[in-house]
């Protein structure tokens, strides 16, 4: 299984960008799907997450109102839509995958069964 994040780059606050993750190895549309960040010298933190049905998706209190999460199973790629960038934004992304068939949840770590490498994102003030 692969999961291969792309789209972080630097961006001045305010600005916007958008992640995606493209997914292989796995039966993509059974997997609920997550985006989880770590800022330097902090946790991993959960963003975003989508279920498999597509019918459930959560935000962090951080990010909602500003992010958005969508997946096109035909592509097998999850998006992060980005928007409102802040400082405190900055930190590696990730994206992980749980599944098959299991509830998306606002975890992190163990809670997902695969990870990918990440993508940078640097927000500046």
């Known amino acids: 299984v692969q999961l291969v994040e792309s789209g972080g780059g630097l961006v001045q606050a305010g600005g916007s960008l958008r992640l995606a993750c493209a997914g292989s190895?796995?039966?993509?549309?059974?997997?609920?799907l997550a985006w989880v960040r770590q800022a330097p010298g902090k946790e991993r933190e959960f963003v975003s997450g989508?279920?498999?049905?597509?019918?459930?998706?959560l935000y962090s209190d951080s990010v909602k109102g500003r992010f958005t999460i969508s997946r096109d199973n035909a592509k097998n790629t999850v998006y992060l839509q980005m928007n409102s960038l802040k400082p405190e934004d900055t930190a590696v992304y990730y994206c992980?995958?749980?599944?098959?068939?299991?509830?998306?949840?606002?975890?992190?770590?163990?809670?997902?069964?695969?990870w990918g490498q990440g993508t940078q994102v640097a927000v500046s003030s």
């Open positions: 190895g796995l039966t993509f549309s059974t997997y609920s």
């Open positions: 992980a995958a749980r599944g098959p068939r299991r509830t998306v949840v606002s975890g992190t770590g163990a809670t997902y069964d695969y």
């Open positions: 989508i279920s498999w049905l597509d019918t459930n998706t």
